[in-house]
């Protein structure tokens, strides 16, 4: 079937001073669909996210969300336009309560619903009920990092890009997460995967690219991917 991108990079180039990180990039992110992008340490991954966020200067090509060209869009006006990013290392905020936390993430919409979503959250992510009066910065990294797809999620984005969930979390939390982003996909909800873990990526992706150095080398559906020699040779360690 023929999925409408919701998300479409034409040609996009980023340099860092002198120094060319991305070299036209072409991507799409079809509605509903779960897109992972996998790379090696330093292939470009942040700073594609980053520049479909809107905190990475670009030096050329093109990012269309629902059809608008919003590649000179402020970052502001991008959460707003629904593009919600979840940063690498996650960011919450230490000092305030996991509760605030999630207020927070709804700061551009009406609070009315504010309770029902914040329940929905609960039901997602259990032991941030538990845990709802503790401070942040007292969770264990793999809950901050449930907290932080949380405070995200409260926005209710309509894009939501994941900065390599799973770094630094032990395996059975690794397998937690990519279960939760696997369900948040099958509720609805258009994401943009950035991971190293490529097997784990991939085997939930329903599209899948390899970025290397700074220029796509491969796409395809997911589980092709990870069937395809050259990516299990370079990322899959067989
Ligand atoms: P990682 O998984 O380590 O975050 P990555 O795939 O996300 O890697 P990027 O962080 O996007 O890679 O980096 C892409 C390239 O841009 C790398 O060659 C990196 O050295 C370079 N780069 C990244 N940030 C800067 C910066 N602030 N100044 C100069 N070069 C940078």
């Known amino acids: 079937p023929i ?9 996009l180039t ?3 001073g002198r120094i060319q990180a991305l070299h036209g990039i072409d991507l799409q992110i ?5 897109v992972a992008l996998v790379g090696a340490n330093g292939a470009g991954k942040t700073t594609l996210l980053r520049a479909i ?3 990475q ?14 590649a000179r869009v402020s970052a502001d ?3 707003r336009a629904g593009i919600c990013q979840v940063p ?18 709804a700061f551009t919409r009406p609070k009315e619903d504010l309770a029902g979503d914040m329940e929905r959250m609960y039901q997602l992510f259990p032991i941030l009920k538990e845990k709802r009066l503790l401070l942040a910065g007292t969770l264990s990294g793999g809950q901050q990092q449930m907290l932080a797809m949380a405070r995200a999620l409260m926005g209710r984005p309509k894009l939501l890009l994941l900065d390599e969930p799973s770094m630094g979390l032990a395996p059975l939390l690794i397998a937690e997460i990519f279960r939760i982003v696997k369900s948040l996909r099958d509720q609805g909800i258009t994401i943009f995967l950035v991971e190293q873990n490529a097997r784990a990526a991939l085997s939930i992706a329903d599209v899948g690219y390899v970025i290397e150095t700074g220029a796509i080398t ?5 589980p092709e991917l990870l069937d395809n020699e050259q990516v299990q040779s370079a990322y899959l360690g067989m």
Do not use: K, T
Request: proline content about 7%; cysteine-free; hydrophobic content about 30%.
């Open 3 to 11: 999925i409408r991108p919701l998300l479409a990079i034409e040609g």
């Open 14 to 16: 980023s340099h860092y």
């Open 30 to 34: 079809g509605q509903g669909q779960l």
């Open 53 to 55: 966020s809107g905190v």
């Open 57 to 70: 200067p670009i030096s050329g090509g093109g990012i269309r969300f629902g059809g608008e060209e919003i």
């Open 77 to 79: 006006r991008r959460v």
């Open 88 to 105: 690498e290392g996650r960011q919450v905020f230490g000092p305030m309560s996991v509760e605030d936390n999630l207020r927070l993430g």
């Open 218 to 222: 491969l796409s395809g559906p997911g």
